[in-house]
């Protein structure tokens, strides 16, 4: 499998059979000044109705969309919307966010989406297993780095990919990745924007994997 980050929270999921997913494309604006995303899938994954997520006409070819939470099957491929909130405050500021588990080439994946606060004991037991976590990081708008922490000590994942933080094409009032980095020990910084993962190959300790952005 692999990943290819393409900004802010979108990400681009390539089996190793060639179904590719993308998760929360961005529209351009607004202070998201990365390229138009321009890849094709075959499903297309929306945390949350907010520009910055959610534009999927952006996708090309015909893919199938999938918001909200449940369970719904779609390409062979299982996925579980988790309901959570945007902000620490049930939802009343920003409204609500689905946080997205799937499974593709044996690796449990979860994206987190604009999460707004820490998880709930029912949602972290929902969310189960995680090989690979994508986590918002940049605070404001979502959970900062303190927060994140939190999150990923709940969650233990294998990988963790810190995402939706400020960079040099990302004008919002968030902080960069380098809090949620400070005092790590197991930090991965991949010169481009993709990886390759196999189930057998994973850390066996947590590793945290930064992505360069591909737009």
């Given at each position: 499998?692999?990943?290819?980050?393409?900004?802010?929270?979108?990400?681009?999921?390539?089996?190793?059979?060639?179904?590719?997913?993308?998760?929360?494309?961005?529209?351009?604006?607004?202070?998201?000044?990365?390229?138009?995303?321009?890849?094709?899938?075959?499903?297309?994954?929306?945390?949350?109705?907010?520009?910055?997520?959610?534009?999927?006409?952006?996708?090309?070819?015909?893919?199938?969309?999938?918001?909200?939470?449940?369970?719904?099957?779609?390409?062979?491929?299982?996925?579980?919307?988790?309901?959570?909130?945007?902000?620490?405050?049930?939802?009343?500021?920003?409204?609500?966010?689905?946080?997205?588990?799937?499974?593709?080439?044996?690796?449990?994946?979860?994206?987190?989406?604009?999460?707004?606060?820490?998880?709930?004991?029912?949602?972290?037991?929902?969310?189960?297993?995680?090989d690979i976590l994508f986590v918002p990081v940049g605070g404001f708008f979502t959970i900062e780095a303190i927060v994140a922490n939190q999150v990923c000590d709940q969650l233990k994942p294998r990988t963790t990919i810190p995402m939706h933080f400020k960079t040099s094409k990302c004008a919002y009032p968030i902080a960069s990745v380098d809090d949620f980095l400070k005092?790590?020990?197991?930090?991965?910084?991949?010169?481009?924007?993709?990886?390759?993962?196999?189930?057998?190959?994973?850390?066996?300790?947590?590793?945290?994997?930064?992505?360069?952005?591909?737009?």
């Open positions: 499998m692999k990943i290819k980050w393409l900004g802010h929270a979108c990400f681009l999921i390539t089996s190793r059979d060639g179904l590719r997913v993308i998760t929360d494309p961005y529209a351009v604006g607004g202070g998201i000044n990365y390229s138009p995303i321009k890849e094709t899938a075959d499903v297309v994954l929306v945390s949350h109705d907010h520009d910055d997520h959610n534009n999927v006409s952006a996708v090309q070819g015909k893919p199938e969309v999938v918001k909200g939470s449940g369970t719904k099957t779609v390409k062979g491929i299982r996925f579980k919307g988790v309901a959570t909130s945007h902000d620490a405050s049930q939802g009343t500021q920003r409204g609500p966010n689905t946080v997205f588990c799937f499974t593709i080439d044996d690796l449990k994946l979860c994206h987190l989406g604009d999460l707004g606060h820490v998880l709930s004991p029912g949602q972290v037991a929902e969310i189960g297993a995680v005092g790590k020990k197991d930090v991965r910084k991949v010169a481009s924007s993709e990886a390759e993962f196999e189930p057998e190959k994973l850390s066996t300790a947590t590793e945290i994997m930064l992505l360069q952005p591909a737009l």
